[in-house]
Nanobody
Framework: QLQLVESGGGLVQPGGSLRLSCAASGFTLDYYGVGWFRQAPGKERLGVSCISSSGGSTNYAASVKGRFTISRDNAKNTVYLQINSLKPEDTGVYYC???????????????????WGKGTLVTVSS
């Protein structure tokens, strides 16, 4: 079964950290650009970060720049999102998605993605 599975979400206090994982199964993530997207309660889903298949291109939404770090480990077929200095407004369901394009394509906008995960919930609250 071809799928992406997110993990690592949870309840964390403001200022805390989490590492989210996006693991691919049934296909090789090496050739795919991957994006992380967040859907806050009652709001639309928006891109927060992306990484190209080569790993040479990354991008971040302005609201998370300096706090979030995206990385990939092709040997583990997994993309990570390290999220630090969490704020209540970071609360939401985090989805990863993958798209096969040229090696420097970074899918921050989430158009035409080939695969989506089902999401992992991050709640930032004291």
């Amino acid at each position: 079964q071809l799928q992406l599975v997110e993990s690592g979400g949870g309840l964390v206090q403001p200022g805390g950290s989490l590492r989210l994982s996006c693991a691919a199964s049934g296909f090789t993530l090496d050739y795919y650009g991957v994006g992380w997207f967040r859907q806050a309660p009652g709001k639309e889903r928006l891109g927060v970060s992306c990484i190209s298949s080569s790993g040479g291109s990354t991008n971040y939404a302005a609201s998370v720049k300096g706090r979030f770090t995206i990385s990939r480990d092709n040997a583990k077929n997994t993309v990570y999102l390290q999220i630090n200095s969490l704020k209540p407004e970071d609360t939401g369901v985090y989805y990863c998605a993958a798209v096969r394009r040229h090696s420097y394509y970074c899918p921050l906008l989430g158009y035409g993605m080939d695969y989506w995960g089902k999401g992992t919930l991050v709640t930032v609250s004291s």
